[in-house]
Each structure stands twice: as C-alpha cells, then as structure tokens.
C-alpha cells in the first residue's frame, strides 16, 4: 500500500560533526571538574577565600569587558568618521573573551581566561583561530567567500534554481513607498 508522498531513495541521517557530538560530553567534565577544584581549595583554603576569588573573577571579567567594548566601539566610531571600513578588532573580541571567562564560576574557568589576557596568547589563539576558519571555510566554498557572494540563487516554487545577481537601480523614490512587486 502506498500513500502517495515521494520517499527519496537515502532516508539514513546525515552524520554529526564531532563538535556536536563531543561539546555536550565536554561540558559536563568541564563543570565536573569546575566543582571538583573548588570543593577541594575550599577544602584547603575555607569557604570564604573561594567566595573572595569567584568574587574577584566577577568584578575583573566585568572591568575587562567594559573596557574591551568601549575600545571597540571607540575604534569602530573612528575608522566610520575618516570615511573607511573598521579595521580588524584587535584583540577585542578575545578580550571580552577573557573577561567572560573570569565572569563564569569555577577556577580553570578563571585560569583559562587570565591566560586569553597575555599578549602572546592572544596572537596564538588568534593566529589559529583565522587558520582554522579560512580552510573550513575553503572546504564548504571552494573559491572563497567571495565567490559565493557572486553566485547568489533563487528558488523558485517549482523547485528550480536560478543564478542570478541583484542589480539595484539608484531612483529618487520616496521613503517608504516600494515599487509594487509583479509576476
């Protein structure tokens, strides 16, 4: 008996990445061992010294991300005045970065993000992290972004799909109203 609905031929489910399929496992260790280190400084050390660290972490990541954002939004703000494109964040990102870190409760959480506030590791973790997304991002598009910004398509309701490329027209039309929209 069949029902009419087309099946395609390959019903299996495309394989997870090993990212989807680790992160959660990894996440659990991680606060696992988040806890594990603070019950045993707290063992060592007393309760109140742990509070004061986690406490210190706060107000530090917070200072350091304010600082980050403000920086990054007084460059962004300079480069918009002169007439040009921002330039690249300059460790911004890996700042607020850092910062968050030291916001999260735990003590590798904290180690973790006074080591992104180092110089060198900054340009370390950046360094890698532009390697990394440039060849998977040259395995997903072969050419580049670029090219898969030219090679922009449209799906029509049929299901076909046709290349083409967006041509704005600079006309003086009032604000808000649109040309209307024809077959």
Do not use: C
């Amino acid at each position: 008996m069949t029902t009419g609905v087309p099946t395609s031929p390959s019903t299996t489910r495309p394989r997870r990445s090993r990212l989807r399929r680790y992160l959660p496992l990894g996440l659990v260790v991680w606060l696992v061992l988040e806890v594990w280190l603070l019950t045993r400084v707290a063992g060592a050390a007393g309760g109140p010294t742990v509070f004061l660290l986690l406490a210190a972490g706060v107000v530090a990541g917070s200072v350091i991300i304010k600082r980050a954002g403000r920086r990054a939004f007084r460059n962004l703000n300079e480069a918009l005045q002169r007439g040009g494109s921002p330039s690249r964040g300059g460790g911004n990102g890996l700042l607020m970065l850092g910062g968050l870190l030291l916001i999260i409760p735990g003590l590798i959480s904290d180690a973790a993000g006074l080591l992104l506030l180092l110089p060198p590791v900054q340009r370390a973790v950046s360094r890698w992290t532009e390697r990394t997304l440039d060849r998977r991002l040259r395995r997903v598009v072969p050419g580049g972004l670029g090219d898969a910004f030219q090679q922009a398509r449209m799906h029509r309701p049929d299901g076909k799909v046709v290349q083409g490329e967006v041509i704005r027209e600079d006309t003086a039309e009032p604000r808000g109203q649109r040309p209307p929209l024809t077959r």
